[in-house]
Structure formats: C-alpha cells, structure tokens
C-alpha cells in the first residue's frame, strides 16, 4: 500500500528540518550583513510597509529619506567637532542644524569641505528657513 502525503527525503522529523533551515537562513542573511528590525507602528502604516515591501524601490528610498532625516556626525568634521561630548554616531538633522546655529561662532568657514558646505546649506533650507541665526 502505498502511504499519502510528501514524499521522505530526510531522515529527520518535520520540526528539526525547519529548525535547521531557519538556522541557515540566520546565518546567510547575518553574512550578507541583514538585520531584522522589529519596529511598532499603526494598523494603517503596517499595512502600507507590507504592500510595497515586494517593491524593489522600497529600500533605495526608505534609505534616501532616513538620510535626510538623521545626518551621521563623523562624516563632517566641523560638526563632529561641535559634538565632541555626544557619543551619537547618527543625529536628527534638526539637532545637527541646531548645534550648527548655536555654535556659529565656532565654525571656521574657510576650513569648510565641500559636502559639509552643501549639508549646511540643506539644513539652513529645510529648517532655519534659509539663514543660520548665529
């Protein structure tokens, strides 16, 4: 008689099977440098995220927009060194252009890279409305 159901190509049961194959995934996932993170929002937010987490853009742009939001200290020398006593390695945009403009008087111009010109500029636009009160 001939039994039902998938056909045995494991020795082992069911469970370890999924065990050891969750295990792998961890571990191909943990070399390709991906982390799960888990994170609370509303019904209507979640589901929004799980209908475009199948689109290739969701990524790029989630990226794009955490970069506006958050700047990372030590990639602009000057503002790295108006935060010398925090241990933040990434700030909200809003505080970096707080410590810019609450600290002006310290900020050598001249000494000024090219990209921190254009982050200070960015910033001055999106929450200083154009000007640095410093």
Excluded: C
Aim: net charge positive; aromatic share 6%.
């Amino acid at each position: 008689m001939k039994t039902r159901g998938r056909p045995k190509v494991s020795a082992l049961p069911r469970d370890e099977q999924l065990r050891r194959a969750k295990r792998a995934q961890r571990s191909r996932q943990r070399a390709a440098g991906i982390v799960h993170v888990q994170l609370a929002v509303p019904k209507a937010l979640a589901l929004k995220i799980a209908a475009a987490r199948g689109s290739a853009r969701l990524l790029p742009e989630l990226e794009a927009t955490l970069d506006r939001m958050l700047v990372r200290v030590a990639d602009y020398p000057q503002l790295h060194d108006l935060a010398w006593n925090r241990s933040d390695e990434l700030i909200p945009a809003e505080e970096a252009f707080a410590l810019y403009e609450r600290h002006w008087r310290f900020i050598e111009a001249e000494r000024l890279e090219q990209r921190e010109r254009l982050l200070i500029e960015r910033l001055k636009n999106d929450f200083g409305g154009g000007v640095i009160n410093g």
